[in-house]
C-alpha cells in the first residue's frame, strides 16, 4: 500500500483574466540515491503516535537578485539555518522520496519505505503519528539493491493519496483519523502523483512504461483505475491548472514540458523549457500570472503558459534538483549535489528573485514548503529532515 502528494492552494488568474480557483501542485522524484535493506510485509496501516522534537530555525532576511534571465546569488544574500528532525523508528539510510503538506491540519507527510510507513509530522506540536503496514521489498536498480515501498504523497480533498513502489499501488488515507481506505494497483511501476480535483482524479506517473494511470478519486476512500494515457516520453512530476483544465508534467528523457487537457486526456501543448540532456523534473504553476515553472536538475525556468511557453526568467540553484514546490509566489527548491535550499520569489515578468538560501547535507531534496513559509526537506541518508524557518523580507 502506499500514500498522497503535495497539493497547495491559490488564487488564480490566467494572463489578462481572473478567476478564483483551487489549484492542486504536486511533485516528481526518482528513487532515493541511498536506500536501505527492505522490511518484511507488515499489515493493514494502522496509525501510531510517536513523540518528537519541535522544529525550530532561524529566520534570515531576504534580497532579491537582478531580475535578468539568470539570476546570481548575491555575496550577501540572505542565509537560511535549518534544524533536523529524526524520523521516528528508522535507521539510516532510508527510501524518501516525494514529502506533503496538508496545509488544512499544518502537518507534513513523509513516506519511509524501509519502515513501512508514512510519518504524519505535527507542525504546531513537533509530535509524528505513524500510519504504518506498507509493503516494502528489495529490488535492483541500475545495479544495487534498493529498498522499495511508501515512496510519495499527494494531497487530496481530507484525503492523502500514498504511493508504494513495493506494490504499485495508489492508497488512500483520511487526514481527520489517519484511517486507511481501500488502495487500487497501477499496471506498471509508479513514480509521482497528483490529485486533480475538478476531475475527481489520482493521476500518477509511470515513467518506464511512458504513460500516465488515472484513477477514480469521486469515492475517495475506494479508488478505482480508470484509464491509462500513453505519452511519447517518460513523465515526471505534476502540476495543476484548474481554472483551464489542464495538467502539466514533463518528459525526462525528451526535455519537454506537456500540458494535458484533463477532460478529454490530449496534449494540447508542447514546450521546451531548455533542461539539456538531463531533462526537466520538477514543474510548478503559478494561477496568479499563468507561469510554468520547471525545475532543470541545476536551473529553474519560468515558462509563459499564455504565450506558447515561452521562456522567461532563470535561476541558478546548484546541481541535484528534483521536486520544487510553490507557495504564493515563492519557488522552493533542495539541490541534492549542491547540498542547498533555495527560496525565490517569482515576479510579474516571469523573473525569479532570489529571497535565501541554505545549507543541508549531500543527497537533501524534495522541499516543501507551509503556508507561512517554513520549509521542509528530507534527508534520506540520515533518516531525518529539515526544517528552515521562513526568510524574512526586508
Given at each position: 500500500?502506499?500514500?498522497?502528494?503535495?497539493?497547495?492552494?491559490y488564487?488564480?488568474?490566467m494572463?489578462?483574466?481572473?478567476?478564483?480557483?483551487?489549484?492542486?501542485?504536486?511533485?516528481?522524484?526518482?528513487?532515493?540515491?541511498?536506500?536501505?535493506?527492505?522490511?518484511?510485509?507488515?499489515?493493514?496501516?494502522?496509525p501510531?503516535?510517536?513523540?518528537?522534537?519541535?522544529?525550530?530555525?532561524?529566520?534570515?532576511?531576504?534580497?532579491?537578485?537582478e531580475?535578468?534571465p539568470?539570476?546570481p546569488?548575491?555575496?550577501?544574500?540572505?542565509?537560511?539555518?535549518g534544524?533536523?528532525?529524526p524520523?521516528?523508528?528508522?535507521?539510516?539510510?532510508?527510501?524518501?522520496?516525494?514529502?506533503?503538506?496538508?496545509?488544512?491540519?499544518?502537518?507534513?507527510?513523509?513516506?519511509?519505505?524501509?519502515?513501512?510507513?508514512?510519518?504524519?509530522?505535527?507542525i504546531?506540536?513537533?509530535?509524528f503519528?505513524?500510519?504504518?503496514?506498507?509493503?516494502?521489498?528489495?529490488?535492483?536498480?541500475?545495479?544495487?539493491?534498493?529498498?522499495?515501498?511508501?515512496?510519495?504523497?499527494?494531497?487530496?480533498d481530507?484525503?492523502?493519496?500514498?504511493?508504494?513502489?513495493?506494490?504499485?499501488?495508489?492508497?488512500?488515507?483520511?487526514?481527520?483519523?489517519?484511517?486507511?481506505?481501500?488502495c487500487?494497483?497501477a499496471?506498471?511501476a509508479?513514480?509521482?502523483?497528483?490529485?486533480?480535483g475538478?476531475?475527481?482524479?489520482?493521476?500518477?506517473t509511470?515513467?518506464?512504461?511512458?504513460?500516465?494511470?488515472?484513477?477514480?478519486?469521486?469515492?475517495?476512500?475506494?479508488?478505482?483505475?480508470?484509464?491509462?494515457?500513453?505519452?511519447?516520453g517518460?513523465?515526471?512530476?505534476?502540476?495543476?491548472?484548474?481554472?483551464?483544465?489542464?495538467?502539466?508534467?514533463?518528459?525526462?528523457?525528451?526535455?519537454?514540458?506537456?500540458?494535458?487537457?484533463?477532460?478529454?486526456?490530449?496534449?494540447?501543448?508542447?514546450?521546451?523549457?531548455?533542461?539539456?540532456?538531463?531533462?526537466?523534473?520538477?514543474?510548478?504553476?503559478?494561477?496568479?500570472?499563468?507561469?510554468?515553472i520547471?525545475?532543470?536538475?541545476?536551473?529553474?525556468?519560468?515558462?509563459?503558459?499564455?504565450?506558447?511557453g515561452?521562456?522567461?526568467?532563470?535561476?541558478?540553484?546548484?546541481?541535484?534538483?528534483?521536486?520544487?514546490?510553490?507557495?504564493?509566489?515563492?519557488?522552493?527548491?533542495?539541490?541534492?549535489?549542491?547540498?542547498?535550499?533555495?527560496?525565490?520569489?517569482l515576479?510579474?515578468?516571469?523573473?525569479?528573485?532570489?529571497?535565501?538560501?541554505?545549507?543541508?547535507?549531500?543527497?537533501?531534496?524534495?522541499?516543501?514548503?507551509?503556508?507561512?513559509?517554513?520549509?521542509?526537506?528530507p534527508?534520506?541518508?540520515?533518516?531525518?529532515?529539515?526544517?528552515?524557518?521562513?526568510?524574512?523580507?526586508?
Amino acid at each position: 500500500m502506499s500514500m498522497p502528494t503535495p497539493a497547495l492552494r491559490y488564487d488564480e488568474a490566467m494572463n489578462s483574466r481572473t478567476a478564483l480557483v483551487l489549484l492542486v501542485l504536486a511533485g516528481c522524484g526518482g528513487p532515493s540515491a541511498e536506500q536501505s535493506p527492505a522490511t518484511s510485509p507488515s499489515t493493514t496501516p494502522t496509525p501510531t503516535p510517536t513523540a518528537a522534537p519541535a522544529p525550530t530555525a532561524p529566520t534570515p532576511v531576504a534580497s532579491a537578485a537582478e531580475p535578468a534571465p539568470v539570476a546570481p546569488s548575491a555575496p550577501d544574500t540572505p542565509t537560511m539555518t535549518g534544524t533536523t528532525i529524526p524520523l521516528p523508528g528508522a535507521t539510516a539510510p532510508v527510501s524518501i522520496d516525494i514529502v506533503a503538506i496538508d496545509a488544512a491540519r499544518s502537518h507534513v507527510w513523509v513516506p519511509v519505505g524501509n519502515t513501512g510507513s508514512v510519518d504524519v509530522f505535527d507542525i504546531a506540536s513537533g509530535a509524528f503519528s505513524r500510519v504504518d503496514g506498507f509493503k516494502s521489498v528489495e529490488r535492483e536498480v541500475n545495479g544495487k539493491v534498493r529498498t522499495m515501498g511508501p515512496s510519495a504523497v499527494a494531497t487530496g480533498d481530507k484525503f492523502m493519496y500514498v504511493g508504494n513502489r513495493a506494490t504499485n499501488e495508489v492508497c488512500p488515507v483520511e487526514t481527520a483519523t489517519l484511517k486507511p481506505g481501500k488502495c487500487a494497483k497501477a499496471a506498471n511501476a509508479i513514480d509521482v502523483l497528483v490529485y486533480v480535483g475538478s476531475t475527481h482524479e489520482v493521476w500518477v506517473t509511470m515513467p518506464k512504461d511512458q504513460s500516465i494511470a488515472i484513477f477514480d478519486a469521486s469515492k475517495p476512500a475506494a479508488l478505482a483505475l480508470k484509464t491509462t494515457i500513453k505519452l511519447d516520453g517518460a513523465p515526471e512530476c505534476f502540476a495543476v491548472d484548474s481554472a483551464h483544465g489542464l495538467v502539466f508534467t514533463n518528459l525526462e528523457d525528451k526535455d519537454g514540458t506537456l500540458a494535458i487537457d484533463a477532460k478529454t486526456r490530449t496534449v494540447k501543448s508542447t514546450w521546451s523549457p531548455g533542461c539539456a540532456a538531463d531533462g526537466p523534473r520538477g514543474v510548478a504553476f503559478d494561477a496568479a500570472r499563468g507561469f510554468v515553472i520547471v525545475a532543470c536538475t541545476d536551473h529553474l525556468q519560468v515558462l509563459d503558459a499564455g504565450h506558447d511557453g515561452a521562456l522567461l526568467g532563470k535561476l541558478d540553484t546548484g546541481a541535484g534538483v528534483d521536486n520544487i514546490d510553490l507557495v504564493d509566489g515563492k519557488v522552493y527548491a533542495a539541490a541534492g549535489k549542491a547540498a542547498k535550499v533555495t527560496v525565490a520569489k517569482l515576479d510579474d515578468k516571469g523573473q525569479l528573485l532570489l529571497l535565501a538560501t541554505g545549507a543541508t547535507s549531500e543527497g537533501v531534496r524534495n522541499a516543501v514548503a507551509d503556508t507561512h513559509g517554513n520549509v521542509y526537506a528530507p534527508d534520506a541518508r540520515a533518516a531525518r529532515f529539515w526544517v528552515f524557518g521562513a526568510p524574512q523580507v526586508r
